[in-house]
C-alpha cells in the first residue's frame, strides 16, 4: 500500500518542517503548501487525502480556501483539520462553518496530531470513501 498523501498548508516554516518530520515518521507522504494561492495547484497536482490548513495565511486566509476545496466537487470529499495559532471563542464552529472537518489549536499537540489523522483516515478507510 502506498502512503496516504498529506498536504500541510502553512506560512510559517518552522511549523512545515516539525508537521512533516512528525508525519514522515508515521509513514504519510507529507507535501506543503506555504500560502493559499498556491495551495488549489498542490492539492490539484498531489490529490492528498487530507489537508492540515492553517486558518491565518497571508492573503486569502485558510477558511476561503477551504470553502473554495469543499465546494468544488473534485476536492469536496478531502478532509480538512484546520489548525489555528490564534484559537478564539467561535473559531471551531467559523472553521467547521467553513467546512473544516477537525480543528486543531497550535502549538500543536505533537503526540496527538497522528492520531488525530490517522482516526479521520481510518474513518473514511472504514466508510468505502
Known sequence: ???QVVLVV???PTNLKLIAYLLQAKGYDVRTAVDAESAPEAV??????LILMDLQLPGMDGLELTRQLKRSPDTRDIII???TAYAMRGDEQSARAAGCDDYMAKPIDTRALPSVIA???????????
Open 10 to 12: 502553512d506560512d510559517n
Open 81 to 83: 483539520i484546520a489548525v
Open 119 to 129: 482516526r479521520h483516515l481510518d474513518a473514511e478507510r472504514r466508510s468505502g470513501s
Open 44 to 49: 490539484r497536482l498531489m490529490r492528498p487525502r
Open 1 to 3: 500500500m502506498s502512503a
